[in-house]
């Protein structure tokens, strides 16, 4: 009796399927890992973006041209700074996108990562997302980090500090909660 061609394609399916199960359970990747003290610490750094000029840290990718910048799409790359003038030491930049999603009023969902550059959170970073209203204030959720902060959770709440047509600085307290002493272990 001959066998139809669809048949023998769903043999080397179910061959190819139990071959893949077995090496999968022959070899399976898990991992342990211990996170250590849970540290919770609070503290400031200063966003200072500027709009004008070669030092300019922010550029419109989509503009809509519709009422209350619906739709824009803006990429930054500000400085954090230690204070709010642009004399204080800088510690990192802060990276990410905003997104101009409402259409009654000037609010947008902003993800960000928080990239320190120096300091004692040099080399870490957080990766920070929220909405940002008219006034300038927002409450930001921590969703994770590297570094220092690998497993870290928090969140950022920003208010306005100064703002004009070239820039503006923003306060961002920092409060958050991350291990030292992280161990991450393969099991074989």
């Known amino acids: 009796m001959a066998s139809s061609p669809h048949s023998s394609s769903h043999l080397y399916f179910l061959l190819a399927f139990f071959l893949l199960l077995a090496v999968a359970t022959a070899f399976p990747v898990t991992s342990e890992f211990e996170l250590g003290r849970?540290?919770?610490i609070h503290f400031r750094v200063y966003f200072h973006e500027t709009f004008l000029g070669p030092d300019n840290?922010?550029?419109?990718?989509?503009?809509?041209s519709l009422p209350n910048t619906f739709g824009d799409v803006d990429i930054f790359d500000a400085v954090l700074?230690?204070?709010?003038?642009k004399r204080s030491t800088e510690v990192g930049r802060a990276q990410g996108a905003n997104f101009h999603t409402s259409q009654r009023d000037q609010a947008s969902l902003i993800p960000l990562v928080l990239v320190f550059t120096a300091g004692d959170f040099c080399d870490s970073?957080?990766?920070?997302?929220?909405?940002?209203?008219?006034?300038?204030?927002a409450d930001?959720?921590?969703?994770?980090?590297?570094g220092v902060f690998q497993f870290a959770w928090g969140n950022v709440v920003s208010k306005l500090v100064t703002s004009d047509d070239a820039g503006l600085v923003a306060a961002f307290d920092i409060y958050v909660v991350y291990y030292d002493d992280v161990r991450l272990t393969a099991i074989a």
């Open 38 to 40: 849970q540290r919770r």
């Open 57 to 64: 840290t922010t550029v419109t990718v989509v503009n809509m």
């Open 81 to 85: 700074r230690t204070g709010a003038s």
């Open 125 to 137: 970073t957080l990766t920070v997302i929220g909405r940002l209203d008219a006034s300038g204030k």
């Open 140 to 146: 930001r959720a921590i969703v994770g980090g590297t």
